[in-house]
């Protein structure tokens, strides 16, 4: 076995990495960019490399620094994680002539699964199923929608070189498809350094099923089942689970035994997935082989009860499968879900911030939580806005899903957006909970997973002014213990006012739909209660206890807890598993902001990829106006009304940041 590791890769994944080599008494060496100086993964590693600026073309993802990195600390083998190069076969090749042991499979397993269209020609050969379609050389865009409507529509357009959704996209009528090849190969350019792609038929209800498989070097293969990872936005996974529900045994079986047939035909060692679309009536079809290990790894580990980064550890040793196909079992069920920085409501776009205030539920036998952020880390545009990964476990799908349900609502995020509450509402989706699946599943569902802000309830409003009113308190008593005359009227803490009625009001604004509303609460002193005079009725606050953000409150008789959070502008309020944002007002100073009149904003932090027309163009509500590209996705620039162009900011190739202004839009009496 290895004395010490690299691992070339950052977050999370490096963390998992790091926990299990540790486990195994391995010496770990982490690397990371400027970004990352102060970073998780960085502090829980033995030793730690600076690799350079943070871009990943400039640190995580230049090959001669990382090999440079493992001869300096005396690593054996190095770790690629998931993404940067962990499918990269120049990397294999260059470990393996610096004498450095690759912890993934064989170069040549890479190289044949690398391209999906060469994998699609192995899988044939080795008699897996396909799904029709163009996997050729002729990248003519009138050639490649010819194959198109030979196939038929609707059709997939994927990037060869693809994987974690990039470079993809659906066409649905002829007409839309020369604009989405353009699009998706910008796209798969920019992300793999490759702008090849393949057409297949578009199957209108798939799930997306994968089996886990393991090679070793001596010739043994086997399978640890499935998972379904059919829920998805931008083509990549939200939610995972496994085993699939609904999988018939024999299936299970077929599939198994086909996955491993694609990996030994390929020579494969070490961990793998081989992605399926499984459809209505059971039959399946091969998409892709991913030659390294997945982020929904953690669910196949819950049910199992391995540990698939040791089973890495000890294939790449030179050691046999630590398992036996017949003396793995299926145990339970398991759900991950990913919590990313992105705002569901502007379609799943990327956000950026510090984690002004992270409570996570405690973790267990049936909680998990890998993650490679703490409370005062920033999520930045240069990398994926994952946050963490959740992972719940029990004796089956349904009490799973009730686990899945409480971790979410403890799960208390602040400081950026997140898909917390989107995820809560996906959990609690009836047709989630009937096994209702397929990849457009939130499509499907969007209106009933996608909520808008709700009014604050009683409980949210009630917990934010009782705990203003006793940080006030806290801060009169420290102020009163350093004062020179402690029993100073002004240094009491019980409302008292000079010829005024012991009261205040706290004065705040909801947004509802976007659209803000005043709230007011006034409190009134009574002895040692509030008396709360709140929009529908009045309430005694008979004991408050407040801990930091942590508030335990009886109200009239009613006891709860609520966390709540200041940032300086607005109260973030955790109570009953919801989470609510009131802005306080300081009277004299709120006011009505101006809109932007005709101007376009950028909705996040990226680079103009193209400018779609010019300086007098007249323009139709909704065409498309400029493509940005921040953290590898694209999203396009619509015109929010007809006009015309006035004014265009910025040309293909600037960098801008959030909220800038792109162009200026004359839309005249409008």
């Not at 009138?142 to 609707?154: H, N, R, T, V, W």
């Not at 996209?169 to 350094?193: D, H, P, Q, T």
């Not at 992972?391 to 971790?407: F, P, S, Y």
């Not at 007249?618 to 619509?638: F, S």
Request: proline share 4%.
């Amino acid at each position: 076995m290895f004395t010490k590791i690299l691992i070339a890769n950052r977050g999370e994944i490096a963390c998992r990495v790091i926990q299990t080599a540790q486990k195994l008494g391995i010496r770990t060496v982490a690397v990371y960019s400027e970004a990352d100086k102060n970073a998780r993964h960085v502090a829980m590693a033995d030793e730690a490399i600076y690799l350079g600026p943070a871009p990943a073309k400039d640190s995580y993802l230049k090959t001669e620094l990382i090999i440079k990195a493992a001869k300096e600390t005396g690593s054996q083998a190095v770790h690629p994680g998931y993404g940067f190069l962990s499918e990269n076969a120049d990397f294999a090749k260059a470990l393996a002539e610096n004498d450095i042991e690759f912890i993934g499979p064989p170069e040549g397993a890479i190289i044949a699964m690398g391209s999906k269209s060469a994998a699609k020609e192995i899988m044939e050969e080795a008699g897996v199923p396909l799904v029709k379609g163009y996997h050729g050389e002729n990248q003519e865009p009138e050639f490649l929608k010819s194959q198109a409507d030979d196939i038929g529509y609707p059709v997939i357009i994927k990037a060869t070189a693809g994987g974690g959704g990039k470079g993809m996209r659906i066409v649905w009528k002829a007409e839309e498809f020369e604009s989405n090849l353009a699009s998706c190969k910008r796209e798969s350019a920019a992300s793999f350094g490759d702008d090849k792609v393949l057409v297949e038929k578009y199957i209108t209800k798939p799930r997306h099923v994968e089996i886990q498989v393991f090679a070793d070097k001596h010739g043994n293969a086997v399978h640890l089942f499935e998972r379904d990872c059919s829920v998805q936005r931008r083509h990549q996974k939200v939610i995972e689970e496994a085993p699939a529900p609904g999988m018939a045994e024999d299936n299970r079986q077929k599939m198994g035994e086909v996955a491993i047939r694609a990996a030994q035909a390929i020579g494969y060692v070490g961990a793998g997935t081989v992605e399926f679309l499984y459809d209505e009536d059971g039959s399946f079809y091969f998409m892709e082989m991913n030659t390294r290990l997945q982020v929904e790894h953690p669910v196949t580990e819950k049910i199992t009860g391995q540990d698939l980064v040791e089973w890495q550890l000890k294939v790449a040793a030179g050691q046999e499968l630590p398992e036996k196909q017949e003396d793995l079992r299926i145990n339970g069920h398991a759900f991950e879900v990913r919590i990313y920085a992105e705002d569901p409501r502007q379609d799943f776009l990327p956000a950026t911030g510090s984690l002004l205030h992270l409570s996570t539920p405690e973790e267990s036998n049936h909680i998990r939580i890998d993650t490679g952020v703490r409370q005062g880390d920033t999520v930045s545009v240069h990398y994926d806005p994952m946050i963490a990964k959740l992972i719940v476990w029990d004796h089956d799908r349904n009490a799973a899903l009730a686990r899945l349900r409480g971790a979410l609502a403890q799960y208390q995020v602040v400081g950026l957006t997140t898909n917390v509450e989107f995820l809560s509402a996906l959990a609690s989706n009836q047709a989630f909970e009937d096994c209702d699946l397929d990849t457009n599943f939130i499509e499907r569902y969007r209106d009933e997973l996608i909520l808008e802000d709700a009014p604050a309830d009683e409980d949210a409003l009630v917990a934010a002014t009782v705990y203003q009113l006793v940080q006030r308190e806290q801060a009169a008593k420290k102020s009163a213990s350093q004062s020179a005359d402690p029993y100073s009227p002004w240094n009491q803490v019980s409302g008292w006012r000079l010829n005024t009625d012991n009261h205040h009001a706290f004065e705040y604004i909801d947004y509802v739909d976007s659209i803000p509303n005043d709230v007011v609460v006034t409190t009134h002193f009574r002895g040692d209660e509030y008396l709360l005079e709140l929009p529908e009725r009045e309430l005694k606050i008979h004991a408050a206890e407040l801990n930091g953000s942590n508030l335990r409150l009886d109200a009239a008789g009613k006891r709860f807890n609520a966390t709540v959070v200041d940032d300086g502008k607005s109260l973030h309020v955790f109570v009953n598993g919801n989470y609510q944002v009131l802005e306080k007002v300081e009277r004299g100073l709120a006011g009505d902001s101006e809109d932007a009149g005709g101007s376009l904003t950028a909705p996040m932090p990226g680079t103009v990829i193209e400018v779609k027309v010019s300086e007098g163009d007249t323009v139709e509500a909704g065409q498309p106006l400029i493509i940005l590209e921040a953290m590898k996705m694209e999203h396009t620039i619509n015109a929010p009304t007809a006009g015309t162009v006035a004014e265009i900011l910025y040309s293909a190739g600037d960098l801008v940041d959030d909220g800038a202004e792109l162009l200026i839009l004359d839309a005249g009496e409008d």
